[in-house]
């Protein structure tokens, strides 16, 4: 099942939001707090000191949120889920991998976030994919992985903008 989503960031651009993301440790422990995970295993590793054309990000988050019954019996109660991902600030595009515990050999999920600069900042795009192979309920389970991320992806475009625009309001304010 594929997946395609866009959000628009406003005062940013691409370059000043991956540096953000990447490197702004008050923004990691504000972002994964309202999101309601636990980052338990956390590697970045860079090219390029000052100016970095890519980035590998290894992560393991917990979310607070018990998985629904069905998913949970496939889990086998194992609530950890590893993400890896390659930035290409040249190419303009960042893969990510998403792994889910105990059944990840079964599931393909992850996807490429691309960006495009416009006046005001820039459009994020994400297509993505998980494909399950499990009689019976393959659709259910991939209808309901990208529906969660459907959902994070919002939630962390709502904050980042907030995050984004308070930033902004406070430069403002001081430099007045």
């Known amino acids: 099942m594929d997946q395609h989503l866009a959000h628009r ?6 370059k ?3 540096e953000l993301f990447f490197f702004d440790e008050a923004y990691a422990e504000a972002i994964h707090a309202h999101l ?5 295993e956390l590697s970045i590793q860079c090219e390029g000191v000052e100016d970095p054309s890519g980035c590998e990000r290894q992560m393991a988050i917990k979310p607070a949120q018990q998985a629904p019954g069905f998913l949970s019996k496939l889990l086998s109660g194992a609530s950890v889920i590893r993400e890896h991902s390659h930035l ?15 059944i990840g050999k079964r599931v393909d999920y992850g996807g490429t976030y691309t960006w495009r600069d416009t006046a005001d900042g820039f459009v ?3 297509d993505g994919h998980c494909t399950a192979r499990f009689p019976l309920i393959a659709g259910k389970l991939e209808r309901f992985l990208l529906g969660e991320l459907d ?26």
Do not use: N
Request: charged share 25%; glycine share 6%.
């Open 9 to 14: 960031f406003r005062g940013i651009s691409a």
């Open 16 to 18: 000043a939001f991956w």
């Open 36 to 40: 309601e995970v636990e980052v338990v």
């Open 88 to 102: 290409d600030m040249q190419a303009g595009k960042m893969t990510t991998q998403i792994t889910l515990p105990t």
């Open 124 to 126: 994020r795009s994400w």
């Open 151 to 176: 959902k994070s992806l919002a939630k962390a475009h709502t904050f980042t903008q907030r995050w984004i625009d308070e930033r902004q309001s406070r430069a403002v304010a001081v430099g007045r």
